[in-house]
């Protein structure tokens, strides 16, 4: 299963095609790449996986666009969670995702992988 993580390298192409389009600064980074801070907040993908393990009736469609917020959130901040133009660009975001093939299959085998559980550390 793939990991969500910045070395996967289509959410990595993400992110850099967002932060050039965006023109929205991000804080400096550290040399491991992390941003530095005094109290590193936890990713909203971070507590994705055990919501869609939790909560079954969530379909694909709904998974999907709950990670696609999820990376946005982790990529510009919470203070534009409820920015009414913030929904549409997850709307447009995912639009994308979905009109590539290999980014939607990839995209469907990481939510596959959330809602497992399985990692690439955790295959058998």
């Known amino acids: 299963m793939t990991r969500i993580s910045g070395s996967n390298p289509i959410l990595a192409a993400l992110r850099q095609q967002l932060d050039r389009k965006s023109g929205i ?24 996986g055990k919501k869609l393990q939790q909560e079954p009736e969530i379909d694909d469609d709904a998974a999907r666009h709950l990670l696609v917020k999820a990376l946005l959130l982790d990529q510009f901040g919470t203070r534009f969670a409820n920015d009414p133009s913030f929904l549409d660009l997850v709307r447009q975001v995912e639009t994308l995702m979905a ?3 290999s980014v939607s299959a990839e995209l469907s085998t990481i939510v596959t992988g959330l809602r497992t559980g399985k990692t690439d550390d955790k295959q058998s």
């Open 25 to 48: 600064k991000k804080a400096p980074q550290t040399k491991t790449g992390q941003t530095a801070s005094t109290s590193a907040p936890v990713p909203h993908t971070a507590g994705l």
């Open 99 to 101: 009109n590539d093939e």
